[in-house]
């Protein structure tokens, strides 16, 4: 690296001929923490101000934010190689045991090829039927002029999709028991990931970890009752579980009961709160443009007619996946992924020193004008390729400029369920309704995914 010294920020240049300057300059012990802390999503829009590798320094430890697709996608790609994923908090390795989301190495790739067969496209095309019948019973009950908080229900909706597509629980009862303990403890893990718990050392006891313990203990329970009413039951169930249960490694070996109720958990806090918190942010982008409103009406009226959607449907719902592609744009459910450089690491071709927390952010780049034209602008076209702008050229969008779903060795196992089912509670609920938000503007909020800040209030129209 070369250096030259400027007023307010040193100035370094990678290997690649890419700019490093120094972040903004904090303050004693804590560095930049208090300044993340406060607004962590405009803290990350005024880095990428700065540059493509800007350092800085959350607490005591040296800190990379990088803003570049191209390096987002070397971070992304060396993950388990160069990179080390952090360490999560301890309340989420109370809740999520040591699945797949946890583990690291060897056991990691071996969860990994285990769970990923039970999440195929092929399979989930079973669970789109569970996706679309739930969303019906939703539309069924609704009706024109209901008042709704769309997040309530959206929360609603996508648990009881979950609960069925992966513990195959069929009685509400059943449904009920294992949704409410999942929703203390998903409370209590955003609790610590936004508050003092984040930064609090692993053996210093906390009401919220207490809490999720307890809550931890009634999941256990639950999910111990239903595999063992799967190992009674007779013949293979369409449901994840019974897909994870029938799952052998190389050695022909079965995952075990603790790892069942290990991955069973991680798929279920994994998929849940993202899913729902995309569908909230979809309608309420919808509610404040009426032309994208109307655009998605119509191509659910031309491919669907008046009959339900199918997985097959999922294919030809274009215009749809857009929808659901630029919300995730937007407003991107998870906001940040971080690696820790290891021995060897590099970005742009420049070593980068071990210890140190690369940071990157789908919020700020996913808002670059340098990717998007006219970046804060709700515009599903520039996925279908039928956005020309004043030029007459449809837009390219770089590899790794749009990655909601992380990539690389890690990218989301259930990048697939979740599309299909966003677009398939999309296509049910949009064929019949629109939903008129009361707020002007709602703010996201980021805990452990992008939230909205209150109730999302709205009217049901029917179309
Ligand atoms: C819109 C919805 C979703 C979003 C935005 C999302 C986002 C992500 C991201 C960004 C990662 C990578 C994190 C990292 O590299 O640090 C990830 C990993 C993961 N996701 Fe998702 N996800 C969604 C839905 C789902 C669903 C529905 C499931 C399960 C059915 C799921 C299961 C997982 C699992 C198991 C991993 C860990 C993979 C590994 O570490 O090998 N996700 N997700």
Known sequence: MTT???????????????????????????????????????????????????????????ALFIAHPET???????????????????????????????????????????????VRPRQVKSYAATMAECAVDLAERWADGQRVDIRREMAALTQLIA????????TAADAASIGRAMDVA????????????????????TPGRARVRRATAVIDAEVSRVVARHRDGDGERPDLLSRLLAAQDETGAHLSDREIRDETVTLYIGGHETTSSTLVWAWYLLSRNPRVQEALGAELDRVLGDREPGFDDYARLTYTQAV???????????????????????LGGTPVPPGTRVWSSQWATHRDGRWYRDPLEFRPERWTGADDGEDGQAEEIPEYAWFPFGGGPRVCLGTRFAMVEAVLVLAVLARRYRLDVDSEEIRPVP?????????????????
């Not at 007023?7 to 903004?24: C, E, L, N, Q, Y």
């Not at 802390?37 to 990350?44: C, E, S, W």
């Not at 409370?187 to 609090?200: C, D, P, T």
């Not at 820790?340 to 590099?346: F, P, R, V």
């Open 72 to 118: 987002i996608g070397e971070l992304l790609t060396e993950v388990e190689r160069t990179f080390d994923q952090p360490d999560l908090g301890i309340a989420f390795r109370t809740l999520l045991g040591n699945g797949v989301v946890v583990a690291k190495g060897p056991d990691w790739r071996r969860k990994r090829s285990l769970v990923q067969p039970s």
């Open 324 to 346: 659901v592609k630029e919300t995730l744009r937007l407003y991107p459910t998870v906001w940040l992924i971080t690696g820790l450089a290891k021995e060897g690491a590099t």
């Open 163 to 170: 609960v069925r597509t992966i513990f195959g629980v069929d």
């Open 447 to 463: 805990s452990l995914t992008l939230q909205p800040d209150r109730d999302v209030l709205a009217t049901v129209r029917a179309r």
């Open 186 to 205: 998903q409370r209590e893990i955003g609790a610590e990931f936004s508050g003092i718990g984040a930064i609090l050392p692993d053996w210093v006891p």
């Open 4 to 62: 030259q010294a400027g007023p307010s920020a040193v100035v370094t240049t990678t290997a690649d001929g890419r700019k490093t300057v120094r972040g903004p300059r904090g303050v004693p012990v804590l560095g930049n923490l208090p300044e993340f802390g406060k607004d962590p999503l405009a803290f990350f829009e005024r880095l990428r101000e700065r540059g493509d590798f800007v350092r800085w320094r959350f607490g005591r430890t040296p």
